[in-house]
C-alpha cells in the first residue's frame, strides 16, 4: 500500500484509471473547440456576409472607421456569448443531477446536448438557428464543465490528482488547436461551405464523449453516494487504486457520505461559517481565471490580429500558433503540478502575464492608430507577447482555476460547491465576452492595461489567501484552512469536520 501524508491510501497510476479519465477529458475539448472555433469563424467574410451584413459592410467600404471598432456589434458578441448563460442556467441543473445520479449521466447529457447543438449551429439559415445552436452547446458545456473536473479529481489517486485534472485543461488546449487548424483550412473554401464544416465539426469530439461516456465506471465517491452498495465501491476503489487495502481511504469515503446525507440542502449549508473559505474560492478563483483577459484571445484573437493589421488567413494562423503555445504550457503545467505545487505556478504565471499585458499595450498604444496599418515588425512583436503571456496562462490559471474548487469541497458540499464555481466561471465570462468588443473600441489599447492590473490583484490574492492543495486527499482538504493564518481564525483550528 502506498501511504500519503496524511495516512491516506494514494495508489498507484492504473492504465484503467488513465483511459477513464481521457474518455471523460474529452469534455475538455469540446469546451476548448468551442471556444476556438467561434473567434475564427466570427472573421470570416463568408459567415459576416450571411448573418451580420452590417459588420461586413463596415469592414469593407467605412475606410474612416477605428481599427479598435470594426468588429463592435452586440449582436455578433451576443453569437459568442449566448453559450454562456445557458451554461449558467444549466450548470444549476447539473449540479442536482451530478449528486442525484452520478457524474457519468451528467456527463452523457452534456455530451449529447452539444452535439445536437453542433449540428443545428452548422445547419443553421438563419440567426434563430444559431442562436439556438450555441444555447444547446452551452447547455453541453454546462453539464460537462460541471461533472468531467469531480469526475478526474475523484478518479485520481491525490498523489496525481493535479496532473490528472489538468487533463481537462490540456485537452480543452488540444479542442482550441484543433479548431484554429481548422478554421485556417476552411476560411480557403469559397461560400458559405467553409464555416459550416468549422461548426459542424463541433460533433466529432462530442460524439466520442456521448459514446464513450456509456462505458465510463462512476467514481467511488459517486457509487458511496447513490448506493448502499459498499462493496462495490471498495471493488472499484481496489481497480481504480491499484491496491488491495483500501479500507482507510472508503471508510473515510463512507463517513463524508453519512455527512452529506445529514445536508438536504447543500447550497444552504455552504453558506455555512466553517465552509466560508471554500466558498470564497468557488466564486473568486472562476472570477479571476476570466478577467485574465484570455478570452480576448480565445474568443477573438482572428479579429485582434486583423485589428494590428494582419489579413484573414495570417490572423488564423496567429491564433493556430497561439493554440500550440497553450497546448505545451499545459502539458508542462500537468508535469510540474503535483511536485511544485498549486501555489507557486499560480504566482509564476500571473507575474508573466502582467509583464507581458504591460509591455503589449505599451506598443499598440504607440502604434496602432485609429486608422493606420502597422508594420509588420511590430505586429509580430505583438504576437510573440501574447504566445508568452498564453503561456503563463496555460501554465497557472488555466488548469489550476479548474482544478483547484475542484478538489477543496467535502462531499457533502461538492457537488453545490462545483456548481457555484462553474456558474460564476460562465458569468464571467459571459460578461466578458458581452462587452470585449466594445470595450476594445472604447479603451483601445488601455483594454490590456485594464486585464493587467486584474491580474496583479489576483496574484496578490493567491499569495496571501490560498494554502497549498497538492497531495492532500479530498476527503482531508478540510485540514488546509485549519492551518492557514487567514482562514483558520474564520473556521477554527479545531473545529471537526461534521
Request: glycine share 10%; net charge neutral; with cysteine.
Amino acid at each position: 500500500m502506498v501511504v500519503g501524508e496524511s495516512g491516506e491510501n494514494q495508489g498507484r497510476m492504473e492504465s484503467f484509471v488513465i483511459l477513464s479519465c481521457m474518455m471523460a477529458a474529452m469534455g475538455g475539448v469540446i469546451y476548448g473547440y468551442d471556444n476556438g472555433i467561434t473567434g475564427g469563424v466570427t472573421s470570416m467574410e463568408p459567415f459576416l456576409r450571411n448573418f451580420f451584413p452590417d459588420i461586413y459592410s463596415k469592414m469593407k467600404n467605412d475606410k474612416n472607421i477605428s481599427n479598435y471598432c470594426k468588429f463592435d456589434s452586440q449582436l455578433l458578441t451576443l453569437f459568442t456569448s449566448s453559450l454562456y448563460i445557458a451554461g449558467l442556467v444549466a450548470s444549476f441543473f447539473a449540479s442536482s443531477v451530478t449528486k442525484a445520479v452520478g457524474r457519468k449521466p451528467s456527463i452523457l447529457i452534456g455530451g449529447a446536448s452539444f452535439l445536437t447543438g453542433a449540428a443545428l449551429g452548422g445547419a443553421a439559415l438563419n440567426m434563430y438557428m444559431l442562436i439556438i445552436g450555441r444555447v444547446l452547446l452551452g447547455i453541453g458545456v454546462g453539464f460537462t464543465n460541471q461533472s468531467v473536473p469531480l469526475y478526474l479529481s475523484e478518479m485520481a489517486p491525490s498523489n496525481y490528482r493535479g496532473a490528472i485534472n489538468i487533463g481537462f485543461q490540456l485537452t480543452a488546449g488540444i479542442g482550441v488547436t484543433s479548431a484554429a487548424l481548422l478554421n485556417f483550412g476552411t476560411e480557403k473554401i469559397e461560400g458559405n461551405l467553409g464555416w459550416r464544416i468549422s461548426l459542424i465539426m463541433a460533433a466529432v469530439p462530442a460524439s466520442i464523449l456521448t459514446i464513450g461516456a456509456f462505458f465510463l465506471p462512476e467514481t467511488p465517491n459517486s457509487l458511496i453516494q447513490n448506493s448502499k452498495n459498499h462493496l462495490k465501491a471498495m471493488l472499484m476503489l481496489r481497480r481504480v487504486r491499484g491496491v488491495e487495502d483500501v479500507q482507510e481511504e472508503l471508510e473515510s469515503l463512507i463517513k463524508a457520505n453519512a455527512i452529506s446525507k445529514t445536508n438536504k440542502n447543500p447550497f444552504k449549508i455552504i453558506l455555512e461559517k466553517k465552509y466560508r473559505p471554500q466558498l470564497v474560492m468557488a466564486i473568486v478563483i472562476p472570477f479571476f481565471q476570466q478577467i485574465t483577459g484570455i478570452n480576448v484571445i480565445t474568443f477573438y484573437a482572428p479579429i485582434l490580429f486583423r485589428t494590428i493589421g494582419f489579413g484573414e488567413s495570417a490572423s488564423l494562423v496567429s491564433a493556430l500558433i497561439i493554440g500550440l503555445v497553450g497546448t505545451g504550457a499545459t502539458f508542462i503545467s500537468m508535469l510540474m503540478v503535483d511536485g511544485f505545487g498549486r501555489r507557486g505556478l499560480f504566482i509564476i504565471g500571473g507575474v508573466q502575464m502582467i509583464i507581458t499585458q504591460m509591455i503589449i499595450g505599451g506598443i499598440m498604444a504607440a502604434q496602432v492608430g485609429d486608422q493606420n496599418v502597422v508594420s509588420d515588425g511590430y505586429a509580430y512583436s505583438i504576437l510573440v507577447l501574447i504566445c508568452v503571456y498564453v503561456a503563463g496562462f496555460s501554465w497557472s490559471w488555466g488548469p489550476l482555476g479548474w482544478l483547484v474548487p475542484s478538489e477543496i469541497f467535502p462531499m457533502e458540499i461538492r457537488s453545490a460547491g462545483q456548481s457555484i464555481a462553474v456558474a460564476v466561471n460562465f458569468l464571467s465570462t459571459f460578461i466578458i465576452a458581452q462587452t470585449f468588443l466594445s470595450m476594445l473600441c472604447h479603451f483601445k489599447s488601455g483594454i490590456f492595461f485594464f486585464f493587467g492590473g486584474w491580474v496583479m490583484i489576483m496574484t496578490v490574492f493567491v499569495y496571501l489567501l490560498l494554502p497549498e492543495t497538492k497531495n492532500m486527499p479530498l476527503e482531508q482538504m478540510y485540514q488546509i484552512w485549519r492551518e492557514h493564518w487567514f482562514w483558520k481564525k474564520i473556521v477554527g483550528e479545531n473545529e471537526e469536520n461534521i
